[in-house]
């Protein structure tokens, strides 16, 4: 028995190192998050939102209508791409950006010159943070209910 608790904390620490690694990749590395002000402003925004979307969708899912943790985390991460690429577009086609773009150069070009992708990796950042912070939740609570003294 011991080994198994061995090897889950190991699992464990794995499962929250990739996360990180996936949080400084999406959100710090790849989109160039903090050169100017104005990117900082958006990737707060970006991540903030993401984060929130996600927390939201796993206390409805988990807690409120009892559905298992990597249902949860299934049901979360599809949500908040989803809500963040819709967003993506209605602020894509608020701005007169959708029918130019898509009809002289292309979706690839389009996608890129309004920043999608790098609005869909911050909103990556913030989904990994909240399914980080939901793990250490989730350990944490497992652990103090694991070394719960006996009642006398």
Same mark, same amino acid.
Request: aromatic letters at 8%; zero cysteines.
């Given at each position: 028995m011991d080994t198994k608790i061995k090897s889950q904390k190991n699992v464990n620490r794995w499962v929250r190192a990739v996360l990180l690694a996936g949080i400084v990749y999406f959100g710090f590395i790849l989109p160039d998050s903090f050169s100017t002000h104005d990117k900082i402003l958006h990737f707060s925004a970006h991540v903030g939102m993401s984060f929130f979307v996600a927390v939201c969708m796993y206390v409805i899912c988990n807690i409120m209508l009892h559905l298992s943790k990597s249902r949860s985390l299934l049901i979360l991460t599809f949500a908040t791409l989803i809500i963040g690429a819709i967003y993506k577009y209605l602020e894509? =086609? =608020? &701005? @007169? +950006? +959708? @029918? *130019? $773009?898509l009809h002289n150069y292309g979706l690839a070009i389009l996608l890129k010159a309004t920043g999608c $992708? !790098? =609005? /869909? =990796? &911050? *909103? /990556?950042?913030? +989904? +990994? !943070?909240?399914i980080l912070l939901i793990e250490y939740i989730i350990s944490y609570f497992r652990e103090r209910s694991s070394h719960r003294p006996l009642a006398v």
């Open positions: 894509i =086609s =608020s &701005q @007169g +950006l +959708l @029918g *130019n $773009y $992708y !790098t =609005s /869909m =990796s &911050q *909103n /990556m950042a913030g +989904l +990994l !943070t909240a």
